[in-house]
T-cell receptor, first 112, second 109 residues
């Protein structure tokens, strides 16, 4: 069981470039999430998908799009990256007996 | 205001007990969680408590829940340098967990 796998782990972009962060989970969970973590701001929810075929905005969705490709995969896309999107991005899935979140190791994105 | 309030920083000496506190504005969830984030890593579930319990003990960890005051605490006995991390008590919602800034615990030898 790999749990939640995120790629890439590190990425440097120039302002205006686009990229997609990939996330996959092998725990057969219905719900998946994208958070960003910034110094002094804690974790903030960008988008989530409560089940395959649905997506919903979180606290900070502007500048991002998501795709729930299938039950396993939930991708986050930056269409035109901005320096304010420099952050550490975490994907998570929710399940288990207690409804806990299982997190990936994070993707560290720098936008110059 | 924030849905979750935690102290931002706690410093203790190795071997002491650590107590990290958390106050909710909403406590209607079934489970309440404590997560740990070590430097450069993702978050991992540390422990949890069922909302109809007052206390849960798990080795060096003790979780206390005061539903009347909407207060949750995590006590770490015999704190070790490996306990240095950020600790989060997210607020569970229907579909999401809302995380605050967390409490950074620094353990000095």
């Amino acid at each position: 069981n790999a749990g939640v796998t995120q790629t890439p782990k590190f990425q440097v972009l120039k302002t205006g470039q686009s990229m997609t962060l990939q996330c996959a989970q092998d725990m057969n969970h219905n719900s998946m999430y994208w958070y960003r973590q910034d110094p002094g701001m804690g974790l903030r929810l960008i988008y989530y998908s409560a089940s395959e075929g649905t997506t919903d905005k979180g606290e900070v969705p502007n500048g991002y799009n998501v795709s729930r490709l299938n039950k396993r995969e939930f991708s986050l896309r930056l269409e035109s990256a901005a320096p304010s999107q420099t952050s550490v991005y975490f994907c998570a899935s929710r399940g288990g007996n207690t409804g806990e979140l299982f997190f990936g190791e994070g993707s560290r994105l720098t936008v110059l | 205001g924030e849905d979750v309030e935690q102290s931002l920083f706690l410093s203790v000496r190795e071997g002491d007990s650590s107590v990290i506190n958390c106050t909710y504005t909403d406590s209607s969830s079934t489970y309440l969680y404590w997560y740990k984030q070590e430097p450069g890593a993702g978050l991992q579930l540390l422990t949890y408590i069922f909302s109809n319990m007052d206390m849960k003990q798990d080795q060096r960890l003790t979780v206390l829940l005061n539903k009347k005051d909407k207060h949750l605490s995590l006590r770490i006995a015999d704190t070790q340098t490996g306990d240095s991390a950020i600790y989060f008590c997210p607020r569970p919602g229907y579909s999401t967990l809302t995380f605050g800034k967390g409490t950074m615990l620094l353990v000095s030898p």
